[in-house]
């Protein structure tokens, strides 16, 4: 499984980003997806999952309220839309997978699907 993120990139606190997942040749409809950030210094942590179909969603607490995942499976793809941006948001986001559900907490270990990351600099 190839997960590809884009979408970063620098904007001003209050702005907001869509960060874009693709994940192309498998069945994307059997996968849950999520979002992991990690910023300069600091564990990685989870911050969202969309789990397969219905698409219940999660978000940690940091975000809740600012962040709204979604998917498009005729696409291949997951979204997270990040508003409301603070500098604290800053960080390398990585987009993820795993069989099905959504496991809360997040945690590493439960994904064994990775991107690359792209990273999300928030200036004050």
């Known amino acids: 499984v190839q997960l590809q993120a884009s979408g970063g990139g620098l904007v001003q606190s209050g702005g907001s980003l869509r960060l874009s997942c693709t994940a192309p040749?498998?069945?994307?409809?059997?996968?849950?997806l999520g979002w992991f950030r990690q910023a300069p210094g600091k564990e990685r942590e989870g911050v969202s999952c969309i789990s397969a179909v219905p698409g219940m969603s999660h978000y940690s607490d940091a975000v809740k309220g600012r962040v709204t995942i979604s998917r498009d499976n005729a696409k291949n793809t997951v979204y997270l839309q990040l508003d409301s941006l603070k500098p604290e948001d800053t960080a390398i986001y990585y987009c993820t997978s795993r069989r099905f559900a959504c496991p809360s907490p997040m945690k590493e270990h439960q994904y064994p699907h990775w991107g690359q990351g792209t990273q999300v600099t928030v200036s004050s």
């Open positions: 040749g498998f069945i994307f409809t059997d996968y849950a």
